[in-house]
C-alpha cells in the first residue's frame, strides 16, 4: 500500500480550516499562519481558509460575559467579529506580501446549484489572482435552516468545490488518539478505524469536537481528497504536513470518490422526508444499486417536492442512502405499492432514479 503522505507532498489545491478555540487562545496563531501559506504558495500551491473565530472575537468586543446561546445575540456577536477576524487576517498575510479575500457563505447558498457554482467561479477566480480566500459561515444572517452546524462541516462541502487535493483540519489536538491515548498516525477506512475512538469533546469557545472532524474527514475523503488532523499549536505543522513527515493523523482517500454530483447529494442537500422500502426494493437497492421505483415504497414521511433530497429506509428503519425524489410527498404517498400499468413510459414508476441516488 503506497504512503498517502507522499501523495500530500504533491498536492496543489489545499483547504486548511482553523478553529476558534485556537485563534481565541493564542494572537500569533494568525503570524504562523500566514508564514506557513507564504511558503505554501511559493512552493506552487494553492490554498483557501476556512476560518472560525468571529463570534468568539464578537463576544468579546460586545461585552458578553460567555458565547451568546440566543439567535440574535450570536448574529451580533458574528457581525462584530467578523471585521476584527478579517483585519487580523489582512494584517498578517500582508507581511508575507499576499492578499487575502472574506467569502462568507451559508448552507443555502451551497445547497442550491446556481449558487453553489457561482461560488465555485469565484473561488478559482481569487486563487487565479493569487489571493487567499478566507471562508466563514455567514452568521450575521444563518438561522437554523440555512446554518452548516460548524465550520469542519463547511471545510468538507469546500473541498469539493475546489476540487482540492488535501484538507487540513486543524485544531488544539495532535490528531486521532486510541483507546490508549497514542496518536493514530493513519486512517484507511473511517467508518471501522475511527468511529470507534471518537469521544465528544465540548468546548465554550468553538462549535466543533474529535466527531466534526471525523465526520468532516469522511465526507472529504469521499471526495477523493486526503484529511489531516493536525496540532495547530505547533508552529511548523502545516510545513511538516507537506514535507511528508509523520505529523497528524492522515484519513486516506477514497479508493472509489464519489461524483460531484453524488457528493452533492449526499452531504449538501438537507433530506425533507423519508421513503420506506420493502425487502425486495431495499435489497435491490443496496447490492444491485436499482432506482427506487413505486412498486417497492411501502411508506413516505415527512412534507418534500420533486427535486428534495429524500432518505430511503430499509423495513427497519436504517437508512439506505439518500436521493433526489422526482415526485413530491403527496404524489409519492398515491403510487406507493402500485405496480406501473402496461404501455406506461418507463420512468413513469421512478420515484428515485440511480443517477441520483447515493447508497451507503
Known amino acids: 500500500m503506497s504512503d498517502p503522505r ?67 445575540r450570536l448574529q451580533a456577536a458574528a457581525a462584530a467579529g467578523q471585521s476584527l477576524l478579517m483585519r487580523a487576517y489582512e494584517e498578517a498575510f500582508a507581511r508575507e506580501g499576499l492578499a487575502v479575500a472574506q467569502v462568507l457563505l451559508t448552507h443555502a447558498d451551497l445547497a442550491d446549484r446556481v449558487r453553489g457554482n457561482n461560488a465555485r467561479a469565484a473561488l478559482s477566480a481569487l486563487l487565479d489572482a493569487r489571493a487567499v480566500p478566507v471562508l466563514n459561515e455567514n452568521d450575521s444572517v444563518a438561522v437554523e435552516e440555512i446554518k452548516f452546524g460548524d465550520n469542519d462541516e463547511l471545510s468538507a462541502m469546500v473541498t469539493p468545490l475546489v476540487d482540492a487535493d488535501v484538507l487540513v483540519l486543524l485544531s488544539d489536538v495532535e490528531g486521532l488518539l486510541d483507546a490508549k491515548g497514542v496518536r493514530v498516525s493513519a486512517v484507511h477506512d473511517v467508518v471501522t478505524e475511527a468511529l470507534p475512538l471518537v469521544r465528544a469533546k465540548k468546548s465554550d469557545v468553538g462549535t466543533g469536537g474529535m466527531a466534526s472532524k471525523i465526520e468532516a474527514a469522511r465526507r472529504a475523503t469521499l471526495a477523493g481528497a486526503h484529511v489531516i488532523i493536525a496540532d495547530a499549536r505547533k508552529p511548523d505543522v502545516l510545513a511538516r504536513i507537506f514535507g511528508g513527515e509523520d505529523e497528524g493523523t492522515v484519513f486516506v482517500a477514497a479508493a472509489r470518490r464519489l461524483s460531484a454530483k453524488k457528493h452533492w447529494i449526499a452531504f449538501t442537500l438537507r433530506p425533507r422526508g423519508d421513503v420506506w422500502l420493502d425487502a425486495g426494493a431495499a435489497s435491490a437497492v443496496r447490492s444491485k444499486g436499482k432506482s427506487v421505483l413505486a412498486v417497492g415504497v411501502s411508506g ?61
Open 6 to 72: 507522499k501523495s500530500i507532498e504533491k498536492a496543489r489545491r489545499i483547504v486548511v480550516k482553523i478553529g476558534s478555540s485556537t485563534l481565541a487562545r493564542d494572537a500569533g496563531a494568525y503570524a504562523r499562519l500566514a508564514s506557513a501559506v507564504r511558503a505554501l504558495s511559493d512552493a506552487g500551491k494553492q490554498v483557501v481558509l476556512v476560518s472560525s473565530g468571529a463570534i468568539a472575537l464578537g463576544t468579546k468586543k460586545l461585552g458578553y460575559r460567555a458565547r451568546p446561546k440566543e439567535m440574535a
Open 300 to 360: 413516505v414521511r415527512g412534507d418534500f417536492r420533486a427535486g428534495d433530497s429524500v432518505r430511503v429506509l430499509a423495513p427497519d428503519g436504517t437508512e439506505l442512502g439518500r436521493g433526489v425524489s422526482r415526485c413530491s410527498s403527496v404524489e409519492a404517498v398515491v403510487i406507493a405499492g402500485r405496480r406501473e400499468k402496461k404501455n406506461a413510459p418507463e420512468d413513469q414508476a421512478v420515484l428515485i432514479h440511480r443517477d441520483d441516488l447515493v447508497v451507503w
